[in-house]
């Protein structure tokens, strides 16, 4: 139904920058919202930024100020802007998508059914020291 596909991550020093990408497909006049989780050894799957399609953010408090979630309806890609990098933002980002609000409905020819929430892959960030 929607498929979501990450790329930009990468090694990085310490104090560098990466932007991260998520390009969706497929029934994507069914995603409201979409966002950046990140799974890193010995920590529980953190939500990192989400953004509303309506362009509405938030973020986890330890990425306010660095990081930036931005998307582009008309291309169907979300961006995740890292700057100011620590080693303690290494993880594996994964992206997300949800349909809240458009379940049981129906977006021109499309109908959103009971499918809420939708994952990439993930990509690997590793920032050194």
């Known amino acids: 139904q929607v498929q979501l596909v990450e790329s930009g991550g990468g090694l990085v020093q310490a104090g560098g920058s990466l932007r991260l990408s998520c390009a969706a497909s497929g029934d994507t006049i069914c995603i409201s919202r979409m966002g950046w989780y990140r799974q890193a050894p010995g920590k529980e799957r953190e939500l990192v930024a989400r953004i509303t399609e309506g362009g509405s953010a938030n973020y986890t408090d330890s990425v306010k100020g660095r990081f930036t979630i931005s998307r582009d309806n008309a291309k169907n890609t979300l961006y995740l802007q890292m700057n100011s990098l620590k080693p303690e933002d290494t993880a594996v980002y994964v992206c997300?998508?949800?349909?809240?609000?458009?379940?049981?409905?129906?977006?021109?020819?499309?109908?959103?059914?009971?499918?809420?929430?939708?994952w990439g892959q993930g990509t690997q960030v590793t920032v050194s020291s």
């Open positions: 997300y998508a949800d349909s809240a609000g458009k379940t049981g409905h129906f977006y021109g020819r499309t109908w959103c059914g009971p499918k809420y929430d939708y």
